[in-house]
Nanobody, 124 residues
Framework: QMQLVDSGGGLVQAGGSARLSCVVS????????MGWFRQAPGKEREFVAAISSSGGTTYYTDSVKGRFTISRDNAKNMAYLQMNSLKPEDTAVYYC?????????????????WGQGTQVTVSS
């Protein structure tokens, strides 16, 4: 079993930045891809970013490319999502997730373990 705890959300002004963190326990993170997803009120959970176990492959949804950066520190069993140039439409609950293996994926079903979510609110 893996346990994920994500944090770092809050209220941010449009154009500002925030950094989300995800600490993983229970298994060595180095064997698993990590992903970040988000869910806005009344909408389905959507893919945001993913990174392979080695960090060599990353994927982003088009709306965050150039603004968000996913990273990981396997020695610390942690993953991060740096969010810059935030927009009101980025407002959502953000979830980190651990994949079923080392390959990064944009598919929700690939991820077996999930954090509890952290709210990010971007004010205009």
């Amino acid at each position: 079993q893996m346990q994920l705890v994500d944090s770092g959300g809050g209220l941010v002004q449009a154009g500002g930045s925030a950094r989300l963190s995800c600490v993983v326990s229970g298994r060595a993170l180095s064997n698993y891809a990590m992903g970040w997803f988000r869910q806005a009120p009344g909408k389905e959970r959507e893919f945001v970013a993913a990174i392979s176990s080695s960090g060599g492959t990353t994927y982003y949804t088009d709306s965050v490319k150039g603004r968000f950066t996913i990273s990981r520190d396997n020695a610390k069993n942690m993953a991060y999502l740096q969010m810059n140039s935030l927009k009101p439409e980025d407002t959502a609950v953000y979830y980190c997730a651990a994949g079923r293996g080392p390959a990064a994926s944009i598919n929700t079903g690939w991820y077996a373990y999930w954090g509890q979510g952290t709210q990010v609110t971007v004010s205009s």
